[in-house]
């Protein structure tokens, strides 16, 4: 063994913490990004809150769709609190340091709510295939039993693929360096920081992106194409624009998630740079989950009329 491998094995075992560089790169502008951090973290957590309440109190509300709708609101929270805190708590103490066991359970949590995510965008669209292609049948088959099973599916579902997959990355020696440029621990740039070939581990990630993402955007698609068709069966222009309009909200969510995320996880290691990572990632996991509440509640004439009462009635 050379003086070379004994030096990148000595680095690689004493890495027990990164720096995440964050935003560090605009030093000038780091009060502005954290009160515009905390500002759309609280405009997150509101709308979302939102949601989840008024789906709650209106009894107009208490249907399948509007269930999953606030399973939805809850998991954004969720999948925006593993994040944004952090970068808060950077921001504001200037001190980037993350353990790797830190790390390692944000990279855990992100990506099991990511999972969480794809298989709840499909169930959604599963609900509306019902309600539309199978309308007399969709009170049994959308009945509470089975709803409660779908979200509990949702959420368990990608536990097992994500936590093995984070065990496989931490476990590999990090000998590169220890500072990630990015504002979160992620997939690729903890690979980026990897000793050796890290042919096997992209594999890996690749293979449980297609599982869990391909498998429940083909279903959204075959979901859509159905109602689709069954949309333009329909005799009146008044009964096709009710049915549009009870799906097209769903679907802008499903390409602003998927799109951005796809472009993230689907290029090669060397396609990679830093600023495009970023500024995809600020997309999917911070400015979709702030502008969901908006795009359910303006598109959606239920909603709005739960909050016409909400506020007649204060």
Wanted: hydrophobic residues 50%.
């Amino acid at each position: 063994m050379d003086l070379t491998e004994i030096r990148a094995q000595g680095n690689a075992s004493t890495v027990t913490q990164f720096i995440l560089l964050g935003f560090s790169d605009l030093p000038n502008l780091q009060g502005f990004l954290f009160g515009m951090f905390s500002i759309v973290y609280l405009i997150i957590l509101i709308g979302n809150s939102f949601i989840i309440v008024i789906t709650r109190l209106d009894p107009a509300l208490q249907k399948p769709m509007y269930f999953f709708l606030a399973n939805f609101s809850s998991l954004e929270i969720c999948y925006v609190s593993v994040i944004l805190p952090r970068i808060l708590f950077n921001i504001g103490t200037q001190n980037r340091s993350i353990s790797k066991l830190a790390c390692a359970t944000q990279t855990c949590f992100f990506l099991m709510l990511g999972a969480t995510e794809c298989f709840l965008l499909a169930v959604m669209s599963y609900d509306r295939y019902v309600a539309i292609c199978n309308p007399l049948q969709y009170p049994l088959v959308m009945n509470p039993i089975k709803c409660n099973q779908l979200a509990a599916g949702s959420w368990l579902g990608g536990m097992p693929f994500q936590l093995g997959q984070t065990c496989q990355i931490f476990s590999l020696h990090f000998c590169q360096s220890n500072q990630v440029d990015h504002f979160f621990c992620d997939l690729p740039p903890i690979l980026k920081l990897a000793c050796g070939d890290t042919f096997i581990n992209e594999l890996s990630v690749y293979l449980v992106t297609l599982l869990i993402a391909t498998v429940p955007f083909m279903l959204i698609l075959a979901s859509y194409s159905k109602i689709i068709a069954t949309i333009l069966r329909l005799p009146t222009a008044t009964g096709r624009a009710k049915a549009f309009s009870t799906c097209s909200s769903h679907l802008l969510v499903v390409f602003l998630f998927f799109g951005s995320a796809t472009v993230t996880y689907f290029r090669p290691k060397s396609a990679h740079s830093p600023g495009t990572d970023k500024l995809l990632s600020l997309f999917y996991t911070i400015v979709t989950p702030m502008f969901n509440p908006l795009i359910y509640s303006l598109r959606n004439k239920d909603v709005i009329a739960a909050l016409r009462k909400l506020l007649l009635r204060k």
